[in-house]
């Protein structure tokens, strides 16, 4: 904020309550309106506006002024037809935004972080019963069964969704200080936890290695996102399956060695063959399935090699059920199996490393977030998601 635009007689009442040990919240005090817009879907394809007032900022309350929040497939989903039952709701959850209150209590994030005014952060699960937790506590347990902002109910507070002007961070929730990433790679950490843990899920096998052949199906900004994790990772013979051209091309700039249009073979056994010529006349030592198409998911076996892996991970929600042969998709061929959902604390500090590692190789991150808009045009944001155009879509207040 412009100093000169600030209330001066604000900032010395600050500095005197500092002094006197005070209690009051530290706030940036006359920058701050007295109402917020919060985007509420109201019904399905349909957000208003709506204004709410800000709550007093308590002891351990944090206002953060939001700055973008990504478009997620789980809010195209609920926006479409509601399948949480949340409506009323303020959908956003992968957001980030800047600190102008913080309750007196609140001196450090959940990795044992500084945090203070000024600072920009996002957030992670809400632990209403275990407020003290910190990323340390929480190695195993994922995201499943947490609260998160962004996909709570409506309240009194009003202010719980990242796709508004300001989001009020209560005792209990877990958050980062971001200060040291930039605007993009705040608004893509959600997401790039997702594949982090999948990571994560996928070493537990033990089989995959620096040189190990990977297959990624699907390239949408899941499978995009896995290429760039891998590749971080120092593994580089990547081969991306999907049936679009310009996502096969952005798959290669995010590292895929070889690409194959799968619409362009009739039947697995061509595709397999396809996949097997791309590795120079090899199966995948390991798999990651990308999709939410029960196709893809019988598919997938017959790219990975014997005593390979598999991770499965598109299938965020219920896609429907699928065809393996156990006995020679699993049995004989002794795959090793995981599946792989959301992530866990732990997973979502790692992701701020990872972002910088992608940016120092050289993988084009930014250009994942194609389309961007302003609060009021998020019924517009939503639909453009819907019509699955571009990529990652996100909301950017100015
Ligand atoms: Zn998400």
């Given at each position: 904020?412009?100093i000169?635009?600030?209330?001066?007689?604000?900032?010395?009442?600050?500095?005197?309550?500092?002094?006197?040990?005070?209690?009051?919240?530290?706030?940036?005090?006359?920058?701050?309106?007295?109402?917020?817009?919060?985007?509420?879907?109201t019904?399905?394809?349909?957000?208003?506006?709506?204004?709410?007032?800000?709550?007093?900022?308590?002891?351990?309350?944090?206002?953060?002024?939001?700055?973008?929040?990504?478009?997620?497939?789980?809010?195209?989903?609920?926006?479409?037809?509601d399948?949480?039952?949340?409506?009323?709701?303020a959908?956003?959850?992968?957001?980030?935004?800047?600190?102008?209150?913080?309750?007196?209590?609140?001196?450090?994030?959940?990795?044992g972080?500084?945090?203070?005014?000024?600072?920009?952060?996002?957030?992670?699960m809400?632990?209403?019963?275990?407020?003290?937790?910190?990323?340390?506590?929480?190695?195993?347990?994922?995201?499943?069964?947490?609260?998160?902002?962004?996909?709570?109910?409506?309240?009194?507070?009003?202010?719980?969704?990242?796709?508004?002007?300001?989001?009020?961070?209560?005792?209990?929730?877990?958050?980062?200080?971001?200060?040291?990433?930039?605007?993009?790679?705040?608004?893509?950490?959600?997401?790039?936890?997702?594949?982090?843990?999948?990571?994560?899920?996928?070493?537990?096998?033990?089989?995959?290695?620096?040189?190990?052949?990977?297959?990624?199906?699907?390239?949408?900004p899941?499978?995009l996102?896995c290429?760039?994790?891998?590749?971080?990772?120092?593994?580089?013979?990547?081969?991306?399956?999907?049936?679009?051209?310009?996502?096969?091309?952005?798959?290669?700039?995010?590292?895929?060695?070889?690409?194959?249009?799968?619409?362009?073979?009739?039947?697995?056994?061509a595709?397999?063959?396809?996949?097997?010529?791309a590795?120079?006349?090899?199966?995948?030592?390991?798999?990651?399935?990308?999709?939410?198409?029960?196709?893809?998911?019988?598919?997938?076996?017959?790219?990975?090699?014997?005593?390979?892996?598999?991770?499965?991970?598109?299938?965020?929600?219920?896609?429907?059920?699928?065809?393996?042969?156990?006995?020679?998709?699993?049995?004989?061929?002794?795959?090793?199996?995981?599946?792989?959902w959301?992530?866990t604390?732990?997973?979502?500090?790692?992701?701020?490393?990872?972002?910088?590692?992608?940016?120092?190789?050289g993988?084009?991150?930014?250009?994942?977030?194609?389309?961007?808009?302003?609060?009021?045009?998020?019924?517009?944001?939503?639909?453009?998601?819907?019509?699955?155009?571009?990529?990652?879509?996100?909301?950017?207040?100015?």
């Amino acid at each position: 904020m412009d100093i000169n635009s600030m209330n001066i007689e604000e900032i010395v009442r600050q500095v005197l309550a500092g002094m006197a040990g005070n209690e009051t919240p530290v706030s940036a005090g006359a920058g701050i309106p007295k109402t917020a817009r919060v985007a509420v879907l109201t019904k399905p394809e349909n957000f208003e506006l709506k204004e709410y007032p800000i709550p007093e900022v308590g002891d351990d309350d944090i206002l953060v002024k939001v700055e973008g929040c990504g478009v997620c497939g789980t809010d195209a989903h609920e926006f479409k037809r509601d399948p949480f039952g949340l409506i009323p709701v303020a959908l956003g959850h992968e957001g980030t935004g800047e600190i102008v209150k913080i309750g007196k209590n609140v001196k450090k994030d959940s990795a044992g972080k500084d945090v203070k005014l000024g600072d920009k952060i996002v957030t992670c699960m809400i632990f209403k019963d275990n407020p003290d937790i910190t990323m340390f506590d929480l190695n195993k347990q994922n995201v499943g069964g947490a609260d998160v902002y962004g996909l709570l109910p409506d309240d009194d507070i009003h202010l719980n969704g990242w796709f508004s002007d300001y989001i009020f961070i209560r005792k209990g929730s877990t958050f980062f200080n971001v200060s040291d990433l930039d605007l993009y790679s705040r608004v893509l950490i959600e997401p790039c936890a997702v594949l982090v843990h999948a990571v994560e899920r996928a070493k537990t096998t033990g089989i995959l290695r620096f040189n190990s052949r990977v297959v990624v199906q699907g390239c949408g900004p899941i499978g995009l996102i896995c290429i760039a994790v891998l590749r971080t990772m120092g593994i580089e013979t990547i081969v991306a399956v999907d049936g679009e051209p310009k996502r096969l091309e952005f798959a290669k700039e995010m590292g895929a060695s070889k690409t194959v249009n799968f619409k362009e073979y009739k039947g697995i056994e061509a595709l397999a063959g396809a996949v097997e010529n791309a590795f120079g006349g090899h199966l995948a030592d390991f798999a990651f399935q990308c999709t939410g198409s029960p196709a893809a998911h019988s598919n997938i076996y017959k790219f990975i090699r014997n005593g390979g892996g598999l991770c499965e991970l598109g299938f965020f929600i219920n896609g429907g059920d699928a065809t393996i042969n156990p006995h020679f998709d699993i049995c004989s061929k002794e795959i090793t199996t995981v599946g792989s959902w959301v992530y866990t604390l732990r997973d979502y500090a790692t992701t701020f490393d990872f972002l910088k590692r992608a940016k120092g190789i050289g993988l084009p991150m930014d250009k994942l977030i194609t389309h961007t808009f302003p609060l009021e045009e998020i019924n517009e944001a939503l639909k453009t998601n819907l019509r699955m155009e571009g990529l990652k879509i996100a909301i950017i207040n100015k």
